[in-house]
């Protein structure tokens, strides 16, 4: 069966139960954000019906942005739902004795909705940018489980917001946080990079980041399984995971993966 086993995986009756008792709740979720987006569509409208033809122009523009800035919201909120229903169902076929489904898809377009969610996340502004190739292609096409490419990525990219807001404490109102992603094909590898303008990383650290159970963020939660998760999922996968950083400036996690159809499928059977 093609798709990728490791050993992070529940024992399958948990994988199945947990599957089950977060796919309730998140059905739920996801109607509601479904219906709240079907009504604020339908509210702008009839506001725009009731205002009529002579609504000042300003006004309109005003109306036009807040009701964006909902739809935005809306997306964001439907994405974060889509990351959920991809763990679920990563869950199921745990349960079930069978490996996470492999499908082609955009690995570059995955890439920009991690930063884009990842910065959600976070209560300050930061300046998100994307590059896609080497020649600025748009798209990356890639073969392997969707829903662990996105665990890893948005992991990789909530990382480094985290770092920004360290870094934004320190140095107060007048700083800027900035992430940058970057997908590239080098030879038969494809190249994805997440830099950050964080807090860095110590160079006693850097050596124990992808460390199970190590954590430089004790004191706010930080369990220490997220890096050590994303390599051993890519490293499953016949990829790795490095990083570089100077302390004060920022980070740079790059990622490798095989680029061809089916070679990170092989190399998780073999």
């Not at 909902?70 to 909120?77: C, K, S, V, Y």
């Not at 930080?222 to 790795?240: F, H, Q, T, V, W």
């Amino acid at each position: 069966m093609s798709g990728v086993r490791a050993p992070w995986l529940l024992p399958a009756e948990q994988a199945a139960l947990l599957a089950h008792e977060l796919g309730n709740p998140l059905g739920i979720a996801r109607l509601c954000t479904q219906d709240i987006e079907a009504e604020l569509q339908a509210f702008h409208a009839q506001l725009l019906a009731l205002a009529g033809e002579d609504l000042d122009p300003a006004v309109r523009a005003h109306f036009a942005q807040r009701f964006s800035g909902f739809a935005e919201r809306i997306d964001t909120l439907a994405a974060a739902q889509q990351r959920m229903a991809g763990l679920v169902e990563e869950l199921r076929a745990q349960g079930q004795g069978a490996a996470a489904a492999s499908q082609t898809f955009d690995l570059a377009e995955r890439l920009r909705a991690a930063l884009r969610l990842a910065s959600a996340r976070s209560g300050r502004a930061i300046e998100l940018g994307e590059e896609s190739g080497q020649a600025s292609e748009p798209t990356q096409p890639w073969h392997g489980p969707l829903a662990v490419l996105d665990r890893v990525l948005l992991n990789l990219a909530i990382n480094a917001v985290q770092a920004i807001e360290r870094r934004a404490e320190q140095e107060g109102e007048g700083f800027r946080g900035r992430l940058r992603g970057r997908c590239l094909r080098q030879d038969a590898q494809l190249v994805v990079e997440i830099d950050d303008n964080g807090i860095g990383i110590a160079p006693q650290e850097i050596d124990r980041v992808f460390e199970r159970g190590f954590s430089r963020r004790r004191d706010s939660g930080g369990s220490g399984l997220g890096l050590s998760y994303a390599r051993e999922a890519i490293r499953a996968l016949g990829g790795d995971i490095g990083v570089a950083s100077l302390p004060g400036q920022g980070t740079r996690f790059r990622l490798w993966l095989p680029a061809a159809a089916g070679q990170a499928v092989a190399a998780a059977s073999a």
